[in-house]
């Protein structure tokens, strides 16, 4: 007890991993629960980190020829039945819209009046919509391919919810496309993937596992389920993103036909793939500690934030000058294609100014009292290190080496993660011993483990019955290799991920 | 009839206006009705438009400080029930969720299930539940002011819709902003309405008439409702923004309190401000010709089509890659913040493929077959000239010249539309002529008449009554003049100006 560091956050992530994230999350002032059971408020905090997220996606998407596009809100109960009778998994929690209007009632209050004759869905996905749509724009091989996008809301009614990670509302994109090819729509699943890992390693600062689905973790529809999975610092998996090879079956489903080069008619190949502000949980659980939420300078929603410190009104001028033309000199320099975002924080509330921004997890903080000013330098800390850990660099260094700290901080968060997720993947190939690994206190929710595994549908099953622990994905990179079911002790020709999931 | 020009859009604007714009939005693709009653699809075409309006809006408000965040679809009935009662003009048609999953039927179909215990209400505005956040984020002097911003999709049942004009589900922005003082308030209200004004003007190229609301026309709830009018080509009004000045009323109804400098308990003073998709519809009425669509080149999804025409493959082979390094060179150009966007339509659809890209409205075409690669030119058009004018131009000038090509157009079409409205807007002193005016068969809906009024609530009734006329704003503009009341004949001061409107 008496070496132990007080942090801005209690419970600590060893003592209660899951109160610990609800703590993080309010501290920082990211989002909070609202009075709508099960939906969020996003405040500017989360919401700006949420629109750079969206801006660097958004411009990789177009890169690769995407449209935005833009479909309703409701889906018609009937839309949904058809989905329901040739699609198991049917997800049937949702919001059912029943009434278009409101009256007032008997004692005063308002009640729903004006009965719809077929009752409305708010969609849980567009994707009966947008079937719909693109059998109505494709007739042609030219009119292919089809390439679209939607970022928007989506609901799936929750019990038991948790900020960003399963809300009943949340914000996502959608990607749908449609080709004249198998290999086409091949090609363009993969693309997609290879866009998330690339955004999610590189600007989230989170290392994943590439890889497959098994067949039972498949998207309901799709003929090859692609990921990515993260580890949480509690040793779960996180879905970051998915993209689904969905072969002829949604485009027969919807009925997409074009009439190919030599006039045949064909079914479409189709693809979709999505990501999620569940991603900003991942990244929270990522990189987070004991004082709070860590951001990633890449998608930070600041990159610097300045401290003025002054005792009267003489101090005042003189800091404030110094402080805004600082600011104005490192809002001039473009980090990664978006200009340098300084936040100034000139309320006068103490000590519990600069913890504040510890907590919300701002890459750089400076602190500016009048001695820095006459020394000509400011007294800055990093994010990525302690709170205590602040040091005096002189203002031009401050500002000209801004750029490489940032890049710094970014590949510090990067290397702590993965150091992380791979001192915590293990290689088992006994079955008890992979039952203990799972069963022991001591690892909580064990890590990551790599183990072979038969493909039967039913050695899976026992292994998620008996420790909840699922195949998260077969890894692309995962060599064929000779080796017995970590179950049955059957053939296996290489090895999958096993984890406990969120 | 001998000399009538063939135009693409049947039938013409003077035919049938309300026929014309849905045949001029469905020929262009930007947006369609939906399977779900009163929601549209937008197309990647009308998607790309509003995200570039999206864009130039959203970097307004922040230069002002406003930052984003997301607040709940769904309000709980009984936040309405509040307002209900102490709001007028309420509206009670908004889709209500009445059930959270759904079931299997009697019949094998899908039924609702899981009543909720409180219905809850798809937002038609956010305004209830961004109070109810502002009240618990806001304490003290120093927590304001909060200015905050909401992009999102919102619900008002509409029986009778017309696409981007009035429909069900519309996207919008929702401004809301809490200050410590009237005056602050105040000013940021007149700020919002001027970031509008600036934007409509300058990148919708539509001239307004900037005001202040009558009392019978005011936001329910508001001091002092501001607005900016536009004139369709039917000589309608369209109100393209609104700015509202609320006092303290919005922070009474939602308990928004805070601590002042001297300890002392006081009200917030709060504003709101929004624009929608609304506006898309707007910019169609104003500038479509009877071809169709004319986007305004700082909005326009994109800016220059080139069209290859080749006949064989060595002919496809030396106009494609002339074409390609072309819109290379083109792409790199900036043009206001935005790089030029070239799209290449290299379909062998014949005269069809020019004619579909005159009724999308792109500001430039560019034919380009193997003697325009011999001389090193372009056979070009602009979208603001007739169809059959096109000219040979060098590749160089077209390359170099592009800019200020693409302001040439803008700045036609801000002309046109001012030239229209002006010459569509009258002085009438008379009753019996202002009766006339808007009764006359000619002048379809009259136009605008600047006429006195005396400030009653009763002559502006009645003669909304008689000619279906409303005061669409007192312009902040109108002089102080002495005049007698166009319905009555008593003192006015000012002109106000009348319309029909959408
Ligand atoms: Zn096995
Ligand atoms: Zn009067």
Not at 137 to 159: F, H
Request: aromatic share 10%; net charge negative.
């Amino acid at each position: 007890m008496g070496n132990k560091v007080k942090t801005a956050i209690s419970p600590t992530r060893e003592e209660d991993y899951p109160m610990w994230y609800q703590e993080v999350v309010k501290a920082s002032e990211m989002a909070e629960k609202s009075s709508v059971r099960g939906c969020m408020v996003i405040r500017p905090w989360g919401y700006t980190l949420w629109e750079n997220m969206v801006a660097i996606l958004d411009a990789e998407f177009k890169e690769t020829g995407v449209k935005n596009a833009y479909f309703p809100l409701f889906i018609p109960l009937s839309y949904l039945e058809k989905e329901a009778e040739h699609v198991e998994g049917f997800a049937k929690e949702c919001a059912v819209v029943t009434h278009h209007k409101l009256e007032q009632g008997p004692n005063g209050g308002l009640v729903p009046a004006g009965e719809l004759a077929e009752p409305l869905i708010v969609r849980p996905t567009s994707e009966t919509i947008i079937g719909e749509s693109m059998s109505r724009w494709v007739s042609s091989y030219r009119d292919l391919p089809v390439l679209i996008n939607q970022w928007a809301n989506v609901v799936r009614w929750e019990m038991r919810t948790r900020i960003f990670l399963r809300t009943s509302e949340f914000l996502w994109q959608e990607g749908h496309t449609a080709h004249a090819t198998e290999e086409e729509a091949r090609q363009r699943t993969s693309m997609m993937l290879d866009v998330y890992t690339k955004f999610v390693e590189e600007c989230l600062a989170m290392p994943v596992v590439k890889g497959r689905k098994s067949e039972s973790e498949r998207f309901p529809g799709a003929v090859d389920t692609t990921c990515i999975e993260a580890m949480m610092q509690d040793k779960k998996a996180l879905q970051a993103g998915t993209s689904h090879f969905l072969g002829q079956n949604f485009a027969k489903g919807s009925d997409i036909r074009f009439q190919d080069a030599d006039g045949k008619d064909q079914f479409a190949w189709t693809t979709s793939w999505g990501v999620s502000t569940r991603m900003i949980g991942g990244m929270i659980m990522t990189h987070g500690d004991d004082d709070g939420v860590i951001m990633p300078p890449r998608v930070a929603p600041a990159h610097v934030v300045l401290l003025p410190i002054f005792r009267n009104d003489e101090e005042k001028k003189d800091v404030m000058e110094y402080v805004n033309s600082l600011a104005g000199e490192l809002r001039q320099i473009l980090y990664h294609d978006r200009k340098i975002v300084v936040e100034i924080d000139e309320r006068d509330t103490g000590g519990a100014r600069g913890w504040e921004w510890i907590k919300k997890g701002i890459p750089v903080r400076a602190e500016i009292g009048p001695k820095d000013v006459e020394k000509n330098a400011v007294f800055a800390a990093r994010r990525d290190r302690t709170p205590k850990e602040k040091s005096s660099i002189a203002r031009s260094d401050f500002i000209n080496g801004m750029v490489e700290m940032l890049d710094e901080i970014q590949a510090t968060l990067f290397k702590r993660a993965k150091d992380f997720k791979d001192s915590n993947t293990h290689q088992i190939d006994d079955k008890n011993k992979f039952y203990d690994f799972y069963k022991s206190k001591e690892g909580i929710h064990g890590g990551f483990v790599m183990a072979h595994w038969c493909e039967s549908l039913d050695c899976e099953a026992k292994i998620k019955e008996d420790l909840s622990v699922t195949i998260r994905c077969i890894p692309f990179d995962s060599p064929e290799e000779s080796g017995k079911c970590i179950y049955c002790g059957g053939k296996s020709q290489k090895r999958v991920l096993f984890a406990k999931a969120y």
